[in-house]
């Protein structure tokens, strides 16, 4: 396992390489999951396990910790209309979806739901699983909606905004000698934030427990790290092979069968992503580019890195996500009605 995902992170980097040649936005993590979602459907030697995820998935939340600053708050301010119709969103979001995994698909009603839940994929299995949903549907349709908005998102947003991809200095130290800080509190913020997250049994701990502690540390003027973009750029590369490497095991029929309904369902998020942050955007005065991907229905850490990448104000988008996982993990169960959920 440890060699096949040796693998895959070289193959990653080799696509993030080729990504940031041809002036790609996100190259990082776009190169290298395209690259290793190739080599997974061809069944060449790469795998990355969840565990694997979790020490790149810790870099960026402190990368995104960094982010926070105390302007932020204001910020936040401006946008309480839009959290607080976010739920109203998702509810649309995932009754569009449902109908097109029941009516398109022909997926029973517990594979249906879930997998046209806008949340995060392990959440979604686990919640599935125990409702007799199908397991691997509800996981490979999740893995594929994520990839297909990390990949067009970030593309979309510069082609219709004109906004030009961020070099990273705004949350990465440029220079190869990292900072002085930057071993002890980012260290600390790892450490600490990992270990409280998991005893609370916060989602996506190993995520959300150094990014708590790192904006906490630069929020009250503590410190003001950096992370070298070299660590920030291979970190990537780790969440953009873990990604990829989720299709490994289907044959290309499989793949082309998945690939299609996550598109359609994916089309369908989008379209109504865009037109929800361009009525939010009017309202509330905030860029409709932020408000797509706060919006967008791709995972916290992706969103989050592609506002870094677009030089976009991460704090608004991680915001809304964080209101959006809590809202589908606690209102998915509770909506669940096998009963009203009848054959198509």
């Known amino acids: 396992m440890i060699a096949r995902f040796v693998a895959a992170l070289m193959l990653g980097a080799v696509g993030g390489a080729l990504f940031t040649l ?16 190739i080599a ?3 069944g ?10 979790r020490p790149m998935a810790a870099i960026i939340g402190v990368v995104l910790g960094c982010s926070f600053h105390p302007g932020l708050f204001g ?3 401006q946008s309480w209309l839009s959290l607080l119709l976010l739920p109203l969103f998702l509810a649309a979001a995932a009754m569009l979806c449902i109908t097109w995994f029941r009516r398109v698909a022909r997926f029973d009603p517990a594979t249906a739901y879930f997998a046209g839940m806008p949340g995060g994929i392990a959440e979604m299995v686990i919640m599935g699983s125990e409702r007799g949903a199908d397991e691997r549907s ?7 909606r994520i990839f297909l908005v990390v990949l067009v998102i970030p593309f ?12 990273g200095a705004a949350i990465g130290d440029i220079t190869i000698p990292p900072d002085i800080d930057l071993l002890p509190w980012g260290g600390f913020s790892i450490v600490v934030g990992t270990l409280a997250a998991r005893a609370l049994r916060v ?14 540390l630069h929020l009250s003027g503590v410190t003001d790290f950096r992370v070298p973009l070299w660590l920030l750029a291979a970190a990537q590369v780790g969440l953009g092979a873990t990604i990829g490497c989720r299709f490994g095991g289907l044959s290309l029929a499989a793949f082309a069968r998945i690939l299609g309904l996550a598109a359609g369902s994916t089309l369908i998020l989008l379209a109504l992503t865009f037109a929800w942050a361009g009525a939010m955007s009017r309202i509330s005065g905030l860029d409709p ?22 030089a976009l104000e991460p704090g608004i988008v991680i915001v809304h996500h964080l209101v959006r996982i809590a809202a589908v993990i606690i209102g998915a169960p509770l909506a669940f009605r096998p009963s009203r959920n009848t054959a198509p």
């Open 22 to 37: 041809v002036g790609s936005p996100l190259p990082w993590v776009l190169g290298s999951m395209t690259a290793c979602a």
């Open 40 to 42: 997974s459907i061809a």
């Open 44 to 53: 060449l030697p790469v795998a990355a396990a969840a565990a694997t995820r």
């Open 75 to 77: 910020l936040i301010g």
């Open 138 to 144: 509800v996981a490979m349709i999740q893995g594929a």
């Open 156 to 167: 979309l947003i510069r082609h219709f905004s004109g906004i030009a991809p961020n070099d």
């Open 203 to 216: 989602p996506a701990w190993h995520l959300m427990g150094p990014m708590a502690v790192s904006a906490t």
């Open 289 to 310: 580019a932020l408000l797509v991907l706060a919006y967008a229905p791709g995972g916290l850490a992706e969103m989050s890195m592609a506002a870094l990448g677009l």
